[in-house]
């Protein structure tokens, strides 16, 4: 057993020995492979490095034969050059040699055919002197016979030019009888002249003695009113005084504890029951003295009085008159002002909505206005048709509203508006007349006066959604409607981002202006985005740009190229004016190269601004070109189309004059423009919902990062509810009816163009592409100026003669107030004109009231008011229009009644019993009827003048307080 044993410790052993054997020889194996692989590293190393001295070697010599190669190359090609020359060379010379045998050939022929045809030519010379002799003699003998017939045509020659002599005689004597008819005629029709001016001028002076007739009646009866309102107002002032010393009886009685009442059953102070009595129906009640029981009670006569005289109306009455004295409210305590009430000698006022006082001034307010608005509607719809007032001046406006002390008493709404009317109301301009074809503020919808008084009742302020939770998604809405208008979305596409609070697809603004800057201010942070944060110059420097600058037509709008930058910090030196077309277009070729000049000159393009509808003569700019260009070199695109935008529902106009807008990447438009809103309501688009992000704003009070508020992305804070105009009008009219409108306008304005262009008197800029037209009157006697060459001295004196009369015309039309149209001033491109001079053009903007006929009554009106304008003064002397006022001044006074007639007259009219006369002893106004009374009063409201102090009418809560009165008597 042990030997079985240590044989295996041996086996053991053995084994454990062989391992070890066999780990040596492991470790000798490893040993030796890493001295091979070490080695093979060193021969790998210096193969490598042979390698590379080889490959240098190689590169160097390689080196060596591309530049021996390009050495041999060069030698060959001016052998080459030279064995080509000299080829040619001797190619010209063989050339020239040929040449040279040819010619000496046929030399060579030549001499031989000319020494053949010299007999022959000798012959037919022969034969021509032989035939020239036969044509000599032919005409000898002709000449003989037309010597006979001359002399016999002799006497008749001078009979001829005798009879001539008599009829140059005859006919210089007609020229001297025309002449004198025609000096005739012109002095005719300078009497005629004459006649009509002295017409006019009598007819405006009676105008004027009849409103100074009515003012003259206006300020007696006012001094009248005056005297009789103070007699009034001091009988209110000891009534009022009455009134408070009652209600202060009245707050004593509330503490009369002492008196008890017996009411439905049971048992109840004066106090307790006036409460309930005044706040909520009581049962009858009879006083009882303090301290009784059921049993026994004799109340006394004071509170008998005051419960049997008390009734709703005495209920709300006390407690309006309580509440006024510092007394109670409806639980018994004092008072919690839930009906802010402030009163004073002429009014009470109250600023909650629901009490009875808010409404009482509103009503009063709006049966005011609504009677102003019929006055200024019956004046639209005489027949005159009138855009103002004639002959009343700025000046003269001013001159009536010069009060600069305010009042330290007020009036009543209705005498306010009384006498705003009677003070100037009635002169201001009637925007909405047909007439009225000189801007762009043209007719609103019948519904939107009646809406407006729901907004600004509602009184929203869209600046975040607390304020306007239903306006903000209003506004959303007709975003959204306008946006797929101009940028053909998908439905998808308006479901996910028209309310999504980080999207933002557009907003209302305050006009164009606004817009036009959003949309550059947004631009210009895309573009520099570190521009608000470190400012423009440092966010140019950072971007290695020397200047940023915006690019457009030279008949942007100022809004564009003097105010946005200019607030921006772009400045207005920065802004690239590109040349336009013959069609007043932007020049995409001039365009190109302007682009091309910035990237040079390092500038940076913030914004290539397109036109669509340029304010001065309504052109559209090639939007898809622009487009092209802006995506070409890499910057924004805007379309102002604050005039043209609404037009885009005319299928006509969208598919030519606004093709390719929806590729802008901002768009303005104006509501109040096109699209039959009030004034102030401008629309700027982006194409990108997410676009807006980068000029977005919050504060913590306000416009949160996570709220729906549509004031993160406005550069104006508070805004009214101003998109609800747009959308009833896009609602209740439609698309289809819009596209109607729009076709009405443009057949308008083709039939006054194809009018223009028809007449001999008027001349057309160029072809309206929309619905502004630029023109000007060309009298007959500068039409023929217009011929001489351009930038000529006579042709230039003719443009400035016309430049003239487009001035004296427009001025002319503005104090007449038939028919309005504004004027202009622009660089003709169909002349050059000395200096750059621009020609004055006037201008006609069709709106949507205009029909065909009203469009062209302008014309006559023109025609018209120039026949009837004096005579230009001399060049060198300074122009001033003369009014028809001042003419009427001149004229002879005696056309026009004295005012002691018309005085007489109106006193005619007060012994007939006429009480709405402006005369001040009226005998009819004293037994006339409360109804006749407030037409007098109204009739003398509208014959205030400037001068005279606003009438306030007797206080409207004297009914309330008498029937306080009668409550406090009885207590």
């Known amino acids: 057993m042990e030997n079985h044993y240590f044989a295996l410790i041996r086996e053991r052993d053995a084994h454990i020995q062989k391992l070890i054997d066999s780990e040596a020889a492991m470790s000798l194996r490893l040993g030796v492979l890493e001295r091979v692989g070490k080695a093979a590293e060193l021969k790998h190393a210096i193969d490598l490095q042979a390698l590379e001295s080889s490959a240098l070697a190689s590169e160097s010599e390689l080196r060596a034969l591309r530049s021996e190669m390009s050495r041999a190359r060069n030698v060959f090609s001016t052998a080459e050059a030279d064995t080509t020359a000299a080829v040619r060379a001797l190619g010209s010379e063989l050339a020239r040699l040929e040449n040279s045998e040819m010619e000496v050939r046929q030399v060579l022929g030549f001499l031989r055919q000319s020494s053949r045809l010299k007999d022959k030519r000798l012959e037919a010379l022969e034969a021509k002197r032989r035939e020239l002799h036969t044509h000599y003699e032919q005409a000898r003998g002709a000449l003989a016979a037309q010597q006979k017939r001359a002399g016999r045509f002799g006497d008749r020659a001078v009979r001829l030019e005798s009879l001539d002599a008599r009829h140059k005689a005859s006919l210089a004597s007609a020229h001297r009888e025309l002449a004198k008819a025609r000096r005739e005629c012109e002095q005719l029709r300078e009497q005629l002249e004459g006649e009509i001016h002295s017409a006019a001028a009598a007819r405006e002076a009676l105008i004027v003695a009849q409103e100074q007739l009515r003012i003259h009646a206006a300020r007696r009866q006012a001094e009248r009113a005056f005297g009789d309102h103070a007699q009034l107002s001091a009988e209110n002032r000891a009534m009022r005084a009455r009134v408070h010393q009652l209600a202060r009886a009245m707050e004593r009685a509330m503490m009369r504890e002492d008196v008890v009442l017996r009411a439905g059953g049971g048992y109840v102070t004066l106090p307790k029951y006036l409460q309930r009595l005044m706040m909520q129906s009581a049962p009858p009640a009879e006083p009882e003295p303090a301290g009784a029981g059921p049993d026994e009670g004799d109340a006394s006569a004071e509170a008998a009085a005051a419960v049997a005289a008390a009734s709703e109306a005495g209920r709300r009455a006390a407690v309006s008159a309580g509440a006024a004295a510092g007394g109670f409210d409806g639980d018994g305590g004092r008072r919690t002002d839930r009906a802010a009430v402030i009163r004073s000698d002429r009014m009470e006022m109250s600023f909650d909505p629901a009490s009875a006082e808010y409404a009482a001034q509103m009503q009063a307010a709006d049966r005011a206005v609504d009677g102003v608005l019929e006055r200024r509607l019956a004046t639209m719809r005489d027949g005159a048709r009138r855009v103002c007032a004639p002959n009343v001046s700025s000046a003269q406006i001013a001159a009536r509203f010069a009060v600069s002390e305010l009042p330290a008493d007020g009036c009543a709404p209705d005498a306010y508006l009384a006498a705003l009317e009677a003070r100037g109301l009635h002169d201001e301009m009637l925007i909405q007349s047909p007439h009225m074809l000189g801007h762009m503020s043209g007719a609103i919808t019948p519904w939107a006066a009646p809406l407006g008084r729901l907004v600004h009742a509602m009184h929203a302020n869209v600046v975040k959604t607390e304020t306007a939770k239903v306006a903000t998604a209003v506004e959303r809405e007709t975003v959204a409607m306008l946006h797929r208008e101009f940028f053909r979305e998908g ?481």
């Open 491 to 971: 439905g998808d596409f308006y479901a996910k981002y028209a309310h999504e609070p980080r999207a933002c697809l557009g907003h209302a603004t305050s006009g164009g202006t606004t817009a036009n800057l959003e949309a550059l201010w947004l631009a210009r942070n895309l573009a520099l985005p570190s521009a608000e944060a470190r400012g423009i110059g440092s966010a140019l420097r950072d971007g290695g740009w020397s200047e940023g600058v915006i690019v457009t037509s030279r008949l942007a709008h100022y809004s564009v190229t003097a105010k946005a930058c200019g607030v921006l910090g772009i400045g207005t030196d920065n802004v690239l004016r590109v040349r336009t077309d013959a069609r007043m277009r932007i020049d995409l070729a001039d365009l190109r190269a302007t682009l091309i000049r910035c990237a040079a000159r390092h500038l940076k393009v913030l914004a290539i601004v397109a036109v669509a509808g340029s304010t001065e003569c309504g052109s559209f700019d090639p939007l898809t070109e622009c487009a092209a260009l802006a995506r070409e070199f890499g910057t924004w695109l805007h379309v102002d189309a604050a005039w043209g935008g609404g037009l885009i529902f005319g299928p006509a106009v969208r598919a030519t004059l606004l093709r390719g807008i929806e590729l802008a990447d901002s768009i303005t438009v104006d509501a109040h423009k096109q699209l039959l809103t009030p004034i102030g309501l401008g629309i700027v688009l982006y194409r990108s919902p997410t676009a807006a992000l980068a000029t977005a704003k919050s504060a913590s009070y306000i416009i949160r990062p996570d709220s729906h508020d549509l004031g993160r992305y406005t550069l104006e804070g508070s805004r009214p509810a101003s998109a609800y105009f747009l959308h009833m009008n896009l609602l209740v009219l439609g698309a289809r009816m819009l596209g109607q409108l729009v076709d009405r306008k443009l057949r308008v304005s083709r039939a006054l163009a194809h009018a223009i262009e028809r007449a001999p008197d008027f001349e057309l800029l160029v072809a309206p592409e929309a619905d502004i037209l630029l023109f000007r009157h060309v009298p007959a006697g500068l039409a023929a100026g217009l011929t001489a060459p351009s930038a000529s001295a006579a042709r230039e004196a003719a443009e400035n003669a016309l430049d003239d009369v487009q001035r004296r015309v427009q001025d002319a039309l503005k104090d007449a107030g038939r028919t309005f149209l504004s004027r202009t001033a622009l660089l003709d491109p169909r002349v050059e004109r000395a200096g750059g001079t621009p020609t004055v053009f006037l201008r006609a903007v069709v709106n949507v009231q205009s029909s065909q006929a009203d469009a062209l009554a302008v014309l006559d009106d023109v025609r018209r008011t120039h026949a009837l304008l004096p005579r230009a003064e001399p060049a060198d002397a300074p122009y001033r229009a003369r009014s028809v006022a001042e003419q009427a001044g001149a004229a002879d006074s005696r056309r026009a009644p004295p005012l002691k007639d018309a005085e007489a007259a109106s006193e005619r009219r007060c012994a007939q019993g006429d009480v709405s006369c402006a005369h001040e002893r009226c005998p009819a106004a004293e037994g006339a009827q409360p109804e006749a009374l407030d037409t007098r009063r109204r009739r003398l409201a509208d014959a205030l003048p400037a001068s005279a102090s606003l009438v306030r009418s007797p206080p409207a809560m004297e009914a309330p307080l008498v029937m306080v009165a009668g409550i406090m008597v009885a207590l």
